[in-house]
């Protein structure tokens, strides 16, 4: 059975000029421009979700592509970072790119993490080594989201399994004292460069806190920009993909 939060449909339309590599469309790079970009929502979202970024970056002329992935966000984590990969894959493929920029809010976040981190251990079926030139994260759930108690088969049938794993995944960092994935990947890693990574927070967050951003001991040359900061103000959970604010200041850093 489907989650129950899939009876609220999707916010946000995709402007005119976003690539759909689903479809097995091409698209004409602009080396000069920048890497293409990759948008991934969070659970129980939707591509959609990123017109605002859409529009910033197609007026830059960045190739861009929002998928909406892993039946918005709610299958198994592990089945979202192998559909996610695939989609990057197909990106490189599509535009004949060497690398991709990508952005990911909340889940999306926590996926590029896990992208990064097979890429720099090279297993089966990673992006090639240097695959990601930049990562923007939005609150990404790199340290899971916390479930207050809420029991499991309830938030699966609510929300998905793959909410569920995220808060396995806070469980069991906060139980162990552990590191997320990409930082032990980082460290595996010694010397092997690494994409530029950037982690926007904001005390407004009331399902990711500021503290989850990857700190630069778990990750050399990381950068936590606060929101209020860059914005003069916070802005919660589930408004940050839609915010102009929020739009404008990822295709700076990605530029």
């Not at 659970?43 to 190739?63: D, F, Y």
């Not at 088969?153 to 906060?174: C, H, I, N, Y």
């Amino acid at each position: 059975m489907k989650p129950l939060a899939l009876r609220y449909p999707p916010q946000g339309t995709l402007p005119a000029g976003v690539l759909d590599v689903s479809a097995g469309e091409g698209a004409e790079w602009n080396e000069a421009a920048g890497p293409p970009v990759v948008c991934l929502h969070g659970t129980v979202a939707s591509g959609g979700n990123w017109a605002n970024l859409a529009m910033e970056l197609l007026a830059r002329g960045r190739v861009v592509v929002a998928p909406t992935y892993g039946e918005r966000g709610t299958r198994p984590v592990r089945d979202n970072l192998a559909e996610v990969t695939g989609i990057v894959r197909r990106t490189l493929e599509a535009t004949g790119a060497g690398q991709v920029d990508v952005v990911g809010h909340s889940q999306g976040g926590l996926l590029a993490g896990l992208m990064v981190a097979a890429m720099l251990r090279e297993g089966p079926g990673a992006l090639p080594p240097g695959a990601i030139r930049r990562v923007a994260c939005i609150s990404g759930g790199h340290r899971g989201v916390r479930g207050h108690g809420l029991p499991k088969k309830l938030v699966s049938a609510t929300f998905g399994p793959a909410l569920s794993d995220q808060m396995e995944l806070a469980r069991t960092l906060r139980r162990t004292g552990g590191e997320p994935e990409i930082a032990r990947a980082v460290r595996d890693a010694g010397s092997a460069p690494l994409p530029d990574w950037f982690d926007l927070v904001t005390y407004a967050d009331r399902i990711i806190p500021a503290g989850s951003a990857l700190t630069p001991d778990e990750y050399p040359g990381a950068r936590t920009v606060r929101l209020e900061d860059v914005l003069g103000h916070g802005v919660p959970h589930q408004l940050q993909p839609h915010d102009r604010g929020i739009a404008e200041f990822v295709a700076e850093l990605l530029a």
